[in-house]
């Protein structure tokens, strides 16, 4: 659930804001990612959006759809699929490399205007500890547990 407010939180609210003579410029990640469209770095755009909001939404909507099946002790629809998934989203998500790249931008950034962190990059911050945790995360407990409840339930059917 943490995951999830967060990152409704870091892509909703501003990551940074910037200023120059009265001038305000704010970014959240969407538009970030959808500003290396326009460009030279247009090619990165797709995979930008893919690694920094895409695959972590999948990832937290996945493991979401477990726990709550899990929290009943029973097994989600797909659930062997769902797994699998997680596993394989492992290496696609890259929030940690995302938010390095903000940090970079504000140190570089702060040279030339003002540059101002929004809600949004302290939510990545938070984000970017969370999807680690997710993406690690042990999933053999959850077959362990599904599997004696569901044993239990063919037994008694």
Request: hydrophobic share 60%; charged share 10%.
């Amino acid at each position: 659930m943490a995951a999830a407010i967060l990152f409704i939180i870091a892509n909703v609210y501003p990551v940074i804001r910037i200023s120059l003579h009265g001038l305000h410029k704010e970014a959240t990640l969407w538009q970030s990612a959808a500003a290396l469209a326009h460009g030279a770095a247009a090619p990165i755009a797709v995979p930008t959006a893919l690694s920094i909001i895409l695959v972590p939404a999948m990832q937290i909507s996945l493991l979401a759809w477990v726990l709550v099946y899990a929290n009943f002790g029973r097994r989600a629809p797909g659930f062997a699929q769902v797994l699998r998934a997680l596993n394989a989203l492992r290496p696609w998500s890259m929030i940690e490399v995302a938010l390095l790249g903000i940090l970079v931008a504000v140190i570089k950034l702060s040279s030339f205007v003002q540059v101002v962190p929004g809600a949004g990059i302290w939510a990545t911050a938070g984000l970017m500890v969370l999807i680690t945790l997710i993406a690690n995360r042990d999933t053999h407990w959850l077959w362990e547990l599904t599997d004696r409840d569901c044993s239990c339930q063919t037994v008694h059917a």
